[in-house]
């Protein structure tokens, strides 16, 4: 029987530098796909991983970041992909808490840090996932005809096609049955620990840091440097311009281009 925790993944390349991305709420690791695919071309190992309760991963009871991490963790250090080398680690949003816990926890494992457009804070007054929710719960699986209806249903919390795409990529069809793959109603119910930052984490992990920030979305402002730093000391922040929260999807090339100079160690510049 085997002890690797369950948690989906798909691999790219079979050289170089070992990279796993880490994707955001209601996203999935193929979200990675292009760019994982790019840098396995070009010199790195890459894997796409859906992180617990999205995709084809497991699901918790609650949302608690030490324990998620943990998991993502627990994977790393015994799955085949990768059985315990020290990789670079990809976050966007959730998945960069995600990966800044487990570099904090279990510094053993990472090589190196990317964390996109996140920071180690909690938020507040940050309406776009709330609405996300709400358009999701304004859908009725039991009466829904086809995923054009649903994306209709949504249209009014969520005007944005592109976001309506990405949160519909989470429905499903069994037979004539449709449901949301992702742990939909734990996720809505503790949304709060999501946009949060667990209390009492200590320590620091001073390996280098590659900090991203998306020039059009605020989830990176200056006053969370201090924190950041603290916990990270080998920062460096770029900045994508003309980019927003979901800056690995709008500004893709550019986004590959920087991550992919920062893990095979060419030196970054301002982006």
């Known amino acids: 029987m085997s002890t690797v925790p369950d948690l989906f993944s ?4 079979s050289e170089g530098p070992l990279v796993v991305f880490c994707h955001g709420l209601l996203g999935q690791g ?21 992180m617990p309760n999205h995709g084809r991963s497991l699901w918790t009871e609650h949302f608690d970041y030490p324990q998620i991490a943990d998991i993502v963790a627990d994977w790393l250090a015994k799955s085949a992909e990768v059985a315990g080398e020290p990789v670079t680690l990809v976050g966007h949003s959730m998945g960069g808490k995600i990966s800044m816990l487990v570099a904090l926890r279990h510094p053993e494992l990472v090589d190196r840090l990317v964390v996109a457009d996140m920071s180690p804070v909690t938020y507040t007054g940050h309406r776009q996932f709330q609405d996300i929710m709400a358009a999701i719960a304004a859908v009725d699986l039991e009466t829904l005809p086809d995923r054009q209806t649903a994306s209709d249903i949504m249209r ?20 004539s049955s449709w449901y949301w ?22 320590g620091s992990w001073d390996g280098p840091t ?4 998306a020039a059009d979305s605020d989830y990176v402002l200056p006053e969370y440097a201090p924190i950041m ?7 460096l922040q770029v900045t994508i311009k003309d980019s927003g929260h979901w800056v690995h999807t709008e500004q893709r090339d550019v986004f590959t ?15």
């Not at 009014?156 to 037979?175: E, H």
């Not at 730093?229 to 920062?235: A, I, K, M």
């Open 210 to 213: 590659l900090w991203i920030k």
């Open 10 to 13: 798909i691999p790219f390349g």
């Open 156 to 175: 009014p919390l969520l005007p944005d096609r592109g976001v309506r795409q990405w949160v519909l990529q989470n429905l499903a069809r069994k037979g």
């Open 30 to 50: 193929r979200n990675f796909a292009q760019i994982a695919r790019h840098m396995g071309l070009h010199g790195a190992r890459t894997v796409l991983l859906d």
């Open 229 to 235: 730093r603290r916990y990270f000391p080998g920062t």
């Open 181 to 202: 793959q992702p742990n939909i109603t734990m996720l809505a119910a503790e949304l709060d620990k999501v946009l949060g930052w667990p209390e009492g984490v200590e």
């Open 257 to 271: 281009a920087a991550v992919e100079r920062f893990v095979l160690r060419r030196r970054v510049s301002r982006v």
